[in-house]
């Protein structure tokens, strides 16, 4: 762990990326299902009042942040169930993500071009407390 303040402070607990293609979600014949398996209720239920291009990059940016948030928890999706991980959208537009697993602050960026999605998954903890599960 990094502690950004020898005094305490925020310390990094984990940090985790990942890159997903957009295609892989509109060719699939089964997305409906795959969407429901993957996403939360409040998830899905934003997913369901979107259509098109922005129904498949909302459901692309879900999957893709719940394996970076697996990735920066340290343990990859074998470990952390899609379940465990929801990102909403704040007042503004910006992605906030919780966790069951986790309750140290997340910071998460989403970003699409083109066929891919990126997203950025930030783990910190104040004074080396998040009060999280064991991994």
Same mark, same amino acid.
Request: with cysteine.
């Given at each position: 762990? =990094?502690?950004?303040? %020898? &005094?305490?402070? %925020?310390?990094?607990?984990?940090?985790?990326?990942?890159?997903?293609?957009?295609?892989?979600?509109?060719?699939?014949?089964?997305?409906?299902?795959?969407? %429901?398996?993957?996403?939360?209720? *409040? &998830? /899905?239920?934003? =997913?369901?009042?979107?259509?098109?291009?922005?129904?498949?990059?909302?459901?692309?940016?879900? /999957?893709?942040?719940? &394996?970076?948030?697996? *990735?920066?928890?340290?343990?990859? @999706?074998?470990?952390?169930?899609?379940?465990? #991980?929801? +990102?909403?959208?704040?007042?503004?537009?910006?992605?906030? +993500?919780?966790?069951?697993? =986790?309750?140290? *602050?997340? @910071?998460?960026?989403?970003?699409?071009?083109?066929? +891919?999605?990126? +997203? /950025?998954? #930030? @783990? &910190?903890? /104040?004074?080396?407390?998040?009060?999280?599960?064991?991994?």
């Amino acid at each position: 762990m =990094y502690n950004s303040n %020898k &005094e305490g402070g %925020k310390m990094l607990r984990g940090i985790g990326t990942d890159i997903t293609h957009l295609s892989r979600f509109t060719k699939m014949t089964n997305q409906v299902s795959f969407a %429901k398996k993957v996403l939360t209720k *409040k &998830e /899905f239920d934003i =997913y369901q009042k979107l259509s098109g291009r922005r129904q498949v990059e909302f459901l692309a940016g879900r /999957f893709s942040v719940k &394996e970076s948030f697996a *990735k920066a928890w340290g343990t990859g @999706l074998g470990k952390v169930k899609f379940q465990d #991980v929801e +990102t909403l959208p704040a007042a503004n537009g910006r992605p906030i +993500t919780t966790s069951t697993l =986790y309750h140290g *602050k997340i @910071l998460v960026s989403i970003s699409h071009d083109l066929d +891919t999605c990126v +997203t /950025f998954v #930030v @783990l &910190e903890d /104040f004074d080396g407390t998040s009060n999280s599960s064991a991994r």
